[in-house]
């Protein structure tokens, strides 16, 4: 298959899946509130590329929650090209992803993310993830999120949840604070070696994570919630925080490829605490 046309495949599902994704949020804020909408530009002067994010802020669900889309392209700075696979001779990209981070009202509802991106340098693959990171411990939800992401997983690959769980807890730990993020889920990255193989698996992983975030939402939507709760959300909120600035691949990724600052950083909470 052409690579022209993987790259639009790609890049169609990711912007048809940001539509859907938005149309569910809508429905399960009774389409009270609405998205603001930020189209941008990788550089205003050449094409190369940009996309979209959307924001939802101050929702009866959703403290905050942002949608983004891209489909970028240029070179790689020459001190960043190094990290990047296929690009330390040939600086040359294109990248298309999607990206979503929600941050719910009721502190008994987890924060949730999720991405899916395909990166096209000398080497072209797709990576991405799911996670979840409660504030309370809620076994019987993490039971179900967890089989649910292996059940997906099997349909392709026996070996897949295993692998990806544990990068996946290794990738979402805060070295400076010895502790996890949250719960985990799945990161996979460099899955390069069978373009429809791995595009199915990937759509796979954005429907699951529509489906997940629809029954835990709507499971605990009704469930009363106290102050106290609230202030160990906003603690718990400094920690994903801490681990966005500090760790996160996306983020310098978009801050060294001239994205959208914006965008990038829609993943921070509205509101955070430290002791």
Same mark, same amino acid.
């Given at each position: 298959m052409d690579l022209d046309i993987k790259k639009?495949?790609?890049?169609?599902?990711?912007?048809?899946?940001?539509?859907?994704?938005?149309?569910?949020?809508?429905?399960l804020e009774n389409n009270k509130v609405n998205?603001?909408?930020y189209s941008w530009k990788r550089n205003k002067k050449?094409?190369?590329?940009?996309?979209?994010?959307r924001i939802l802020k101050n929702g009866k669900i959703f403290d905050k929650v942002g949608v983004n889309f891209s489909k970028v392209y240029g070179k790689f700075p020459d001190q960043f090209k190094k990290n990047i696979l296929g690009a330390n001779k040939d600086s040359r990209f294109w990248a298309s992803g999607i990206s979503v981070v929600m941050h719910m009202k009721n502190p008994l509802m987890p924060a949730m993310h999720?991405?899916?991106?395909?990166?096209?340098?000398t080497k072209h693959w797709f990576g991405g993830g799911i996670d979840l990171t409660p504030s309370k411990k809620d076994e019987?939800?993490?039971?179900?999120?967890?089989q649910t992401l292996k059940s997906m997983c099997d349909r392709h690959n026996k070996d897949y949840y295993k692998k990806y769980k544990k990068w996946?807890?290794?990738?979402?730990?805060?070295?400076?604070?010895?502790? /996890?993020?949250?719960?985990?889920? $799945?990161?996979?990255?460099?899955?390069?070696?069978?373009? @429809?193989? &791995?595009?199915?698996?990937? !759509?796979?992983?954005?429907?699951?994570?529509?489906?997940?975030?629809?029954?835990?939402?709507?499971?605990?939507?009704?469930?009363?919630? /106290?102050?106290?709760?609230?202030? $160990?959300?906003?603690?718990k909120r400094g920690r994903y925080t @801490?681990? &966005?600035?500090?760790?996160? !691949?996306?983020?310098?990724?978009?801050?060294?490829?001239?994205g959208n600052i914006d965008g990038i950083l829609m993943s921070l909470p509205p509101l955070?605490?430290?002791?």
């Open positions: 639009d495949l790609a890049s169609n599902w990711f912007k048809l899946l940001q539509e859907s994704i938005c149309r569910d949020i809508n429905l998205f603001r909408s050449t094409d190369e590329g940009g996309g979209e994010f999720f991405n899916t991106r395909y990166i096209c340098t019987m939800e993490k039971n179900y999120f967890h996946c807890d290794k990738y979402f730990f805060l070295p400076h604070r010895n502790e /996890s993020r949250g719960i985990g889920g $799945i990161f996979f990255d460099y899955k390069q070696d069978n373009f @429809e193989k &791995n595009f199915y698996f990937v !759509r796979d992983v954005g429907v699951t994570f529509q489906m997940l975030f629809n029954k835990i939402i709507r499971k605990k939507i009704k469930k009363k919630w /106290s102050i106290k709760d609230k202030e $160990i959300q906003y603690l @801490e681990f &966005n600035l500090l760790y996160d !691949r996306g983020t310098k990724f978009g801050l060294q490829t001239g955070a605490k430290w002791k």
